[in-house]
């Protein structure tokens, strides 16, 4: 029984291997004469990853977090990216009273593929790296925030 189940798989491995891998009518001189050209991208150009936030991700919608604050307990953070390319921000001040709330309008645009800019608000940091489902406030320079409390400059979906 073992001998004839080696020479079944032995067989079948034979065949197997035997096989070029093409399939074709049967006839031995047919060839296919169209070849594909090989070309490599370059990684320095704009061609080599068209994917970015921009056209990726899904931005639109309500963010939401508390900032850090200098003077006051946090800074309660909604913001709304809109379909049309405008938002509206909220913030308020915990600790300060209902006084110290405000809202903006105004409308966002693509710094880069990965990063926005609010337009027509306060001169307060108004630009944010667009990440998978949150948005990161940078620095005045448009710098990732550093240091201890750089995971609370993030505002989630």
Same mark, same amino acid.
């Given at each position: ?83 049309? !390319? =405008?938002?509206? *921000? /909220? ?5 300060? $009273?209902?006084?110290?709330?405000? &809202? ?9 593929? !990965? =990063?926005?800019? *609010? /337009? ?5 940091? $108004?630009?944010?790296?667009?990440? &998978? ?25």
């Amino acid at each position: 029984m073992i001998k004839r189940i080696l020479t079944y798989v032995l067989v079948s491995g034979i065949f197997w291997s035997c096989n070029n891998g093409t399939k074709g009518t049967g006839d031995i001189n047919t060839t296919d004469t169209t070849t594909e050209e090989y070309v490599p991208i370059d990684a320095t150009s704009d061609t080599a990853d068209m994917h970015n936030a921009q056209n990726s991700l899904d931005v639109i919608g309500i963010y939401k977090g508390v900032l850090p604050c200098a003077d006051c307990e946090g800074i309660n953070t909604e913001l709304e990216l809109k379909a049309d !390319s =405008t938002y509206t *921000l /909220k913030n308020s001040y915990l600790g300060k $009273g209902d006084s110290q709330s405000f &809202e903006e309008d105004g409308r966002y645009v693509w710094i880069d593929g !990965s =990063t926005i800019e *609010l /337009k027509g608000g306060r001169d307060a940091p $108004g630009k944010y790296f667009v990440g &998978e489902n949150t948005l990161t406030q940078l620095d005045m320079n448009g710098d990732k925030i550093t240091g201890a409390l750089a995971d609370k400059y993030i505002l989630r979906k």
